[in-house]
C-alpha cells in the first residue's frame, strides 16, 4: 500500500453523503419502512462473495439495500414503543467513537475516553441528582443496566446472609426474593433469569401502573431472607413513576436492595418542573436507564449506576482478590458485563456538553409537552379515551372497543404519516404514543393528530 494513500477516504465519504442525506429527508418521509420484514429479507439475501470488493462500493451497496428497509426514527412524527432520536452532537461523537476504535476496559489502554467517561458519569449523577460518589457502568441499553444493577444487588442480599455468591454460585444458597411493580417492563425479568433469579413476585399497582407502597409493605412483611425489589421510573404505557419515597422506604425497612429501572422515566429528574415526580429516587441502591431513549444519543447506550460501588465491582470485576485491592478510580471494566468495549460513554459527554443542564430540562420538557398535546388533540377525535393521566412522555388512548381500537391503529400505520405502537393495557387493546424524539415539532404534533383523525373517520 502507498504510504500517501488515503484508505479510509473514499468509504467515509460514501458514508457521509448517505448519512446526511437519509437525515435531511426524515421530516418529510413516511415513516415506516418501504420493505416488510420477509420483502427485506428477499431484497438482501445473497450468497457469501468469492472475493475482495471496494470499500467505497460497499458502502454505496449497503446503503441501497438496507434504507428500503429503515424505519424513520429520526421523523419527529415516530412515536412507537419507546425509541429516541439522535443529535448531532451525539452522533458525531459516535463516528469519532468508531474512527478512533478504542478499547475502553481498562484506563491504561485508552485514558483519554476512560477520563471522558468518567466525566459524563459524573455529570449524570448530578443531572438527575443520585448519590455522588456511586459507580456509573456504561452498557448496551438498560436491559444490560438492569442486568448490572441487579448483580451487585444479589451480590450484597446474600452477602448479607454469609453467603458469597461469587464464590460458591446460587446453588444450595438462600432464596433470594424479588419483588416488583405488576407493571415492570419485561427487561427486568429478563435480567433476573440471566441471573438465576427466576420469575419475580408481582406487587399490585393503581390504575396508572404505580407499585402500590402499602402492598409492597404487606408482600415484604409475608416473607423474609435476602430481598430484591425492582421499582419503575417511567411506565411505558403512563409514562408514570413509582412512589419513591414510600416504596424505598417500605423495602428498606426490611432489609431490602431497591433498584429502579428507569429506562426513560429517570430523566424526569433532571427537569425542575417534573423533578417532584421523582421525589426519594436517590434513596434507592441502583438504577438503570438509556441514554439512547430520553437523551437522544445513537442507540448501543445504556447506564448502569450503583450507590456503592463494593458490590458492583464484586458482581462484574475481573480481579478475584479485589476486596484487598479496593481502588477509587476502577478500571471501566469493573462496571460493567463486557470487557472490551467501545467508548459508548463518550456520546453521552457529547449530549450533556452540547445541552447543559438547561437545555437536558427544555429536551424532556419539550417531549411531554409534545405529549400532554397529542393527547389533547386525540382527545378531540370522536370516540377517544385518553386512558393515563399524561404526566410524562406516554399517552395510552382507546377507541369505544378494542376491535374498532385495532382497525384504527391498523389503518395509522398503513397511512404511514406516523408511527405508533398498538398495545395493551388494563385489559384494553390501546394505541400507544411515546415522544422520545427532540425532533417532533408542533407541526409533526399536528401531522400526526391529523392522521388519526383520518383514520379514525375511515374505519
Ligand atoms: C426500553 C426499556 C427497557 C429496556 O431497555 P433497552 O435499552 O431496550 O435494553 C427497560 N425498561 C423500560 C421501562 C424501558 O422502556
Redesign the pocket.
Known amino acids: 500500500m502507498d504510504a500517501d494513500e488515503d484508505v479510509f477516504g473514499p468509504a467515509l465519504a460514501r458514508a457521509t453523503v448517505h448519512a446526511q442525506r437519509w437525515l435531511a429527508g426524515a421530516g418529510d418521509r413516511r415513516v415506516p419502512p418501504r420493505s416488510s420484514p420477509a420483502e427485506a429479507a428477499r431484497a438482501v439475501a445473497a450468497p457469501l462473495p468469492e472475493g475482495p470488493t471496494p470499500a467505497d462500493v460497499v458502502i454505496d451497496e449497503l446503503a441501497a439495500l438496507a434504507e428500503p428497509g429503515l424505519m424513520t426514527f429520526a421523523s419527529g412524527r415516530f412515536f412507537g414503543w419507546?425509541v429516541g432520536g439522535t443529535q448531532p452532537a451525539p452522533l458525531a461523537a459516535d463516528w469519532l467513537v468508531s474512527a478512533w476504535d478504542q478499547n475502553v476496559g481498562m484506563r491504561a489502554m485508552s485514558p483519554g475516553p476512560a477520563a471522558l467517561e468518567d466525566v459524563a458519569g459524573g455529570w449524570l449523577l448530578d443531572l438527575l441528582g443520585l448519590p455522588s460518589g456511586s459507580d456509573v457502568g456504561f452498557v448496551t441499553?438498560?436491559?444490560?443496566a438492569?442486568l448490572t444493577c441487579q448483580a451487585a444487588a444479589r451480590d450484597r442480599v446474600l452477602r448479607a446472609v454469609g453467603w458469597d455468591v461469587e464464590e460458591r454460585g446460587l446453588a444450595g444458597g438462600p432464596h433470594v426474593r424479588v419483588l416488583v411493580g405488576a407493571e415492570r417492563?419485561v427487561?427486568v425479568d429478563l435480567a433476573l433469569r440471566y441471573l438465576g433469579l427466576g420469575v419475580p413476585e408481582p406487587v399490585a399497582v393503581d390504575d396508572q401502573g404505580r407499585i402500590d407502597p402499602v402492598a409492597l409493605g404487606a408482600a415484604l412483611a409475608a416473607g423474609e431472607g435476602p430481598t430484591i425489589v425492582c421499582l419503575?421510573a417511567?411506565n411505558?404505557h403512563s409514562g408514570a413513576c413509582d412512589p419513591m419515597t414510600g416504596a424505598v422506604a417500605a423495602a428498606h425497612a426490611h432489609g431490602a436492595w431497591v433498584h429502579v429501572?428507569g429506562?426513560?422515566?429517570l430523566w424526569a429528574a433532571a427537569s425542575p418542573a417534573l423533578a417532584p415526580m421523582t421525589a426519594g429516587l436517590a434513596g434507592a441502591d441502583s438504577w438503570a436507564t438509556?441514554a439512547?431513549?430520553t437523551l437522544n444519543v445513537p442507540y448501543d447506550c445504556?447506564i448502569a449506576v450503583v450507590a456503592d460501588p463494593q458490590p458492583l465491582r464484586r458482581a462484574m470485576g475481573v480481579h478475584a482478590a479485589y476486596l484487598a485491592d479496593f481502588q477509587e478510580a476502577a478500571d471501566p471494566v469493573e462496571k460493567t458485563p463486557e470487557m472490551s468495549r467501545r467508548a459508548r460513554g463518550l456520546p453521552v459527554w457529547a449530549a450533556l456538553r452540547a445541552l447543559g443542564r438547561s437545555g437536558v430540562a427544555e429536551l424532556v420538557d419539550g417531549l411531554v409537552a409534545h405529549a400532554r398535546a397529542i393527547a389533547d388533540g386525540l382527545a378531540g377525535i370522536e370516540g377517544v379515551q385518553v386512558l393515563n393521566d399524561v404526566v410524562f412522555t406516554q399517552v395510552s388512548v382507546a377507541f369505544e372497543d378494542d376491535e374498532r381500537t385495532r382497525r384504527v391503529t391498523a389503518r395509522v400505520l398503513a397511512d404511514g404519516e406516523t408511527w405508533m405502537s398498538g398495545s395493551h393495557w388494563r385489559d384494553r387493546d390501546v394505541l400507544r404514543v411515546s415522544v422520545s424524539n427532540a425532533a417532533t415539532t408542533d407541526a409533526d404534533v399536528e401531522r400526526a393528530v391529523a392522521a388519526v383523525r383520518r383514520a379514525a373517520e375511515a374505519v
Open positions: 419507546v441499553g438498560a436491559t444490560s438492569n417492563h427487561s419503575q417511567g411505558i429501572d429506562a426513560f422515566g438509556d439512547h431513549k445504556g
